[in-house]
């Protein structure tokens, strides 16, 4: 079957040079030309094709264009060594969204937090601990306390209170201080713990939409390789 740039963009809503440039990056395999120098494609750069478009949701868009010039080129291996590298990535942000969501269920139950400022003496007596600990957190990243201009002590608002109080029950929890610091960030960017897990519920989501599509794509792939 001899088949046109355009019947190939036609399927999936493409331009026919997009489907050039996709042959010119190896991403299909090279097409023949016809005695006038026009391309000529085959059912094999229709599969190319389609195997490409359906590995970018599991792999992204890069690493799906180096899995197939790989496989194009005849280099298996190094197709199969890019696949276990984002397989690798998934398992990595997995394990990430588990450390955060155990955190956060360590935590206590939330307190009403004092409205106001305070400073680092008093707010480590309610915590029964030293203010040595609240400056190495603050080294660490912790917690941004800002200085009074005009004593240069630490003053704690109401929101580095709750990091605080957070960063202490984790620490209780055994947590170390840079996942800590990573929850701490996220409860920040979220405006509060519970805002955040409305955030970890979409980014498992997501681990989970990228894992399904690492099915298909390998699916895809095992199509294209029987594919003469």
Sequence with gaps: MRLRPIDLAREHGLSTQAVR?????????????????????????????????????????????????????????????????????????????????????????????????????????????????????????????????RTGYRVYTSADVRDVLLAHQLRRGGHGLEQIARVLEQVRAAGGAEPLQATLREWRDRLTARGLAMLAGAGALDTYLGTP
């Design 21 to 149: 440039n996709y042959e010119e990056a190896g991403i299909l395999p090279p097409a023949e030309r016809s005695p006038h120098g026009y391309r000529v494609y085959a059912p094999r750069h229709a599969a190319a094709l389609r195997t490409f478009l359906v590995l970018i949701p599991a792999h992204g868009h890069a690493a799906a264009g180096a899995i197939m010039r790989a496989v194009n080129g005849g280099a298996a291996e190094e197709a199969l060594r890019l696949i276990d590298e984002s397989h690798a990535q998934l398992a990595d942000d997995r394990c990430t969204l588990e450390a955060v969501e155990r955190a956060l269920g360590d935590l206590a139950p939330p307190r009403e937090l004092e409205p106001g400022v305070t400073f680092i003496g008093p707010l480590a007596r309610r915590l029964g601990i030293r203010p040595a600990t609240l400056r190495k957190w603050e080294r660490a990243g912790l917690i941004v306390p800002r200085r009074d201009p």
